[in-house]
């Protein structure tokens, strides 16, 4: 069984057959099986954060499906939905979105400490992960007294620490320089290949995207290409290069 199945997804803004009527998906299909690593690319405007909103459950398409672990997420209501992100679900941002009054390590445990888990549990789920991504060391400090790219191995320590059936990530490196961009794929890289989480990334950045095992491009709500890493990196960026350049989306050099 696949663990996202996307079937037919259609979203329509505006009236049916009216005149201002904007088709911002097209009918996309495609599964994710567990320990794939997907990217999401196109140009600005292609629907990109249209298909992550709805394959997150934060919005509806008008048309279509979207199975998560063989459960109908559209058929969900509000409350249901939030349940089910919450338990099933794991999130990075482009903003950290880390709670300033907490210690890094608490932000960490957030999730858990919202399912009323037990305290030990918490105690050796987030150190095991913080130690992962060499962030135990600095547990016990505060967003604010550390570094973007430390702040986000904080998020994504977050996103797994209730063993999520897919974790969706939004532009991970876009408010990053090249190092910490550098230092954040190598950990999402990590937790795909050491822990065999499934991800589903949606990204403008060629370099974030080479660490990927395959992207699907979108141009105008459909897709319109999918290319398959052969486990080279340098050569699946130059790829993904050569397909940006085909379809008009962004390019972003090492």
Not at 114 to 143: C, N, Q, T, V, W
């Amino acid at each position: 069984m696949s663990v996202l199945e996307v079937r037919e997804v259609k979203k329509v803004y505006g009236v049916q057959n009216g005149d201002n009527t904007t088709v911002a998906l097209d009918s996309i299909s495609f599964n994710v099986e567990e320990g794939d690593f997907i990217g999401i690319m196109g140009p600005s405007g292609s629907g990109k954060t249209t298909l992550l909103n709805i394959l997150s459950g934060i919005g509806k398409p008008s048309y279509g499906e979207v199975y998560i672990s063989g459960k109908n997420i559209t058929s969900l209501d509000k409350n249901e939905m939030a349940l089910f992100r919450r338990k099933h679900l794991g999130f990075v941002f482009q903003e950290f979105n880390l709670m300033d009054s907490l210690t890094l390590k608490e932000n960490v445990m957030l999730p858990m400490i919202l399912d009323k888990r037990d305290k030990e549990e918490m105690e050796a789920k987030s150190e095991e992960l913080m130690r992962l991504f060499d962030i135990d060391h600095i547990g016990s400090k505060y967003p604010f007294n550390i570094s973007g790219g430390q702040q986000q191995r904080v998020a994504v320590s977050r996103a797994l620490i209730n063993d999520p059936d897919i974790i969706f990530a939004d532009e991970p490196t876009g408010n990053l320089d090249s190092k910490s961009s550098n230092a954040v794929m190598r950990c999402i890289e990590k937790m795909n290949q050491e822990r065999n989480s499934t991800i589903l990334m949606v990204t403008h950045d060629a370099f974030a995207a080479s660490f990927c095992k395959k992207i699907i491009f979108i141009k105008d709500g459909a897709i319109c290409m999918e290319i398959v890493s052969t486990g080279v990196r340098k050569e699946f960026f130059d790829q993904i290069l050569d397909c940006l350049a085909v379809i008009g989306g962004e390019r972003n050099d090492v």
